[in-house]
């Protein structure tokens, strides 16, 4: 099962929206709505932002969305604050009932 | 106040093993199914293994087949990963992660905190 595929890095201003894409295949992003966003601050446990595509969990910023569109999932962060600044990984559920991450992408907020 | 503590890791050199475990609290363990993931130095999370709330059914990575085994004690609250035949490739990070069903991994809603497992002779 090879990783999903987003960007390295990202960046933006303070009060600027970004967007990361998550990119995989019909067997996992494409074929499943179980799409999920983490915020991972270094050396801090990772934390949920975005589930099943675009739900956002009790406790979330509304500032954090997400959408898909065929194998590409996307994480728009509206309105960047410094709190922002950390890693983002996507990930999915695949069709042999597996987990998939990607790559991680790097937000700094400039 | 739901709770993943993580221990076990530790330095080991290639071919040795571990077992890490991870001690639930502050959630009904035995309803949900867990995971562990990893995370190598400079990479990203990678997915390592899933078991059903039950204990039934269990999931691995290709990366980690035949190697590893993930267990659960439910009357423990306590989830393990056993890992053998270590490779300088598995030096990771390893986090425990609570999913959000029962039978198979879709997302997390609680990780812990992890437990740095390194892989040198």
């Known amino acids: 099962q090879s990783a999903l595929t987003q960007p390295a890095s990202v960046s933006g201003s303070p009060g600027q929206s970004i967007t990361i894409s998550c990119t995989g295949i019909?067997?996992?992003?494409?074929?499943?709505?179980?799409v999920s966003w983490y915020q991972h601050h270094p050396g801090k446990a990772p934390k949920l932002v975005i589930y099943?595509?675009?739900n956002r969990p009790s406790g979330v910023s509304y500032r954090f969305s997400g959408s898909k569109s065929g194998n590409t999932a996307s994480l728009t962060i509206s309105g960047l604050q410094a709190e922002d600044e950390a890693d983002y990984h996507c990930s999915s559920h695949t069709s042999s009932n597996t987990l998939v991450f990607g790559g991680g992408t790097k937000v700094t907020v400039l | 106040e739901v709770q993943l503590l993580e221990s076990g890791g530790g330095l080991v050199q290639p071919g040795g093993s571990l077992r890490l475990s991870c001690a639930a609290s502050?959630?009904?363990?035995?309803?949900?199914?867990m995971s562990w993931v990893r995370q190598a130095p400079g990479k990203g999370l990678e997915w390592v293994s899933a078991?059903?709330?039950?204990?039934?059914?269990?999931y691995y990575a290709d990366s980690v087949k035949g190697r590893f085994t993930i267990s659960r004690d439910n009357s423990k609250n306590t989830l393990y990963l056993q890992v053998n035949s270590l490779r300088a490739e598995d030096t990771a990070v390893y986090y425990c992660?609570?999913?959000?069903?029962?039978?198979?991994?879709?997302?997390?809603?609680?990780w812990g905190q992890g437990t740095l497992v390194t892989v040198s002779s």
């Open positions: 078991i059903s709330d039950s204990d039934d059914t269990t």
């Open positions: 019909s067997s996992d992003v494409g074929g499943y709505n179980y």
């Open positions: 502050g959630f009904t363990f035995s309803i949900y199914a």
């Open positions: 992660a609570k999913d959000v069903d029962g039978y198979y991994p879709h997302y997390f809603d609680y």
């Open positions: 099943e595509v675009s």
